[in-house]
């Protein structure tokens, strides 16, 4: 390459490479991570399609790095980790994505260069600058997704109350009740909270094709100073026992539907506290609530009322 107009997408692969690399290793977000590879690589192969091969081996060198952190970089529901591929098992078919992003933008131009050619005998002048106009609308469009998509992402919680659904894809999540009390169960199965528990009865609704994985690692609670908290293990052990259930651990929800109960052990003093859905969140849960409707919604269902 003769010319200096290569340092420009040369700037932009790294930057989206180390972008991704953030995405999926520090925030968890593999599937947004893969998902901008394969938008940057198909406007970085449209717009600069000379020594293209270099932006497929930039924009692929977050991968490796993330496939030894164990960043979840497939599909299956975190919650239930013997349901989600060993990173092992994609780490030779990962660095095909960029390739493919990118070499489909450079068809995708070489398409464009061959319709103008056979359009030449028109004699139009515009046509000179066609391929140039196509080349900063695609760029514009794809700036005006990646942003987008960042808004909605940043966005509050939104909140919900007691008997509200919220649906995404083909589920539906309400909270009906919760309950505090300071121990659970009796005897040998009795649990006494270091604070106070929170018994949390939730509907979890899949009457579509979809089928959900549920454990109750797939929501966890956080208050209004931002600490997380996941479900008490002592305090669910005695609850799964008093209800002669085991629907805490991960299993196939089968029917239409069924009802869960999560219990939290938190502060006395807690305040806003929330729960939280883990398919909802994320660039995941961000697809699903833009399949459902135009505007992204997180939801988070309000556990204390006085």
């Known amino acids: 390459m003769q010319s200096k107009t290569w340092v420009i997408p040369l700037v932009i692969a790294l930057c989206v490479s180390l972008t991704c690399a953030v995405l999926a290793i520090w925030f968890r977000g593999g599937d947004g991570a893969l998902l901008l590879t394969v938008l940057a690589g198909?406007?970085?192969?449209?717009?600069?399609?000379?020594?293209?091969?270099?932006?497929?081996?930039?924009?692929a060198l977050w991968m490796p790095v993330a496939v030894a952190v164990k960043a979840p970089l497939h599909a299956g529901p975190s919650w239930c980790p013997a349901l989600t591929f060993p990173p092992r098992n994609v780490l030779w078919g990962l660095p095909i994505v960029p390739v493919v992003a990118v070499f489909l933008g450079v068809i995708a131009d070489?398409?464009?260069?061959?319709?103008?050619?056979?359009?030449?005998f028109l004699g139009w002048r515009w046509l000179a600058n066609t391929k140039l106009v196509l080349r900063a609308a695609v760029v514009a469009l794809a700036a005006f997704f990646v942003l987008g998509c960042a808004l909605m992402l940043a966005q509050p919680l939104q909140p919900y109350a007691?008997?509200?659904?919220?649906?995404?894809?083909?589920?539906?999540?309400?909270?009906?009740?919760?309950?505090?009390?300071?121990?659970?169960?009796?005897?040998?199965?009795?649990?006494?909270?270091?604070?106070?528990?929170?018994?949390?009865?939730?509907?979890?609704?899949?009457?579509?094709?979809?089928?959900?994985?549920?454990?109750?690692?797939?929501?966890?609670?956080?208050?209004?100073?931002?600490?997380?908290?996941?479900?008490?293990?002592?305090?669910?052990?005695?609850?799964?026992?008093?209800l002669r259930s085991n629907r805490s651990q991960c299993h196939l929800i089968r029917g239409a539907g069924e009802t869960e109960t999560i219990v939290f052990d938190l502060p006395d003093d807690v305040i806003q506290p929330r729960l939280l859905v883990r398919d909802t969140l994320g660039f995941e849960g961000l697809l699903g609530g833009l399949r459902s409707s135009l505007f992204y919604v997180k939801p988070a269902f309000n556990l204390r009322y006085d």
């Open 42 to 59: 198909f406007v970085l192969g449209f717009v600069s399609p000379r020594g293209a091969w270099r932006w497929a081996v930039i924009l």
């Open 110 to 120: 070489w398409f464009v260069s061959e319709a103008l050619r056979w359009l030449g």
């Open 162 to 242: 007691l008997g509200q659904r919220y649906c995404w894809d083909e589920f539906c999540f309400s909270v009906t009740s919760v309950k505090r009390t300071k121990s659970i169960g009796s005897d040998v199965h009795r649990a006494v909270a270091r604070g106070t528990f929170y018994v949390v009865t939730a509907n979890m609704e899949t009457p579509w094709w979809g089928r959900f994985y549920w454990s109750n690692d797939a929501v966890y609670a956080t208050d209004y100073s931002g600490t997380d908290y996941r479900y008490s293990s002592a305090g669910q052990r005695a609850s799964d026992a008093l």
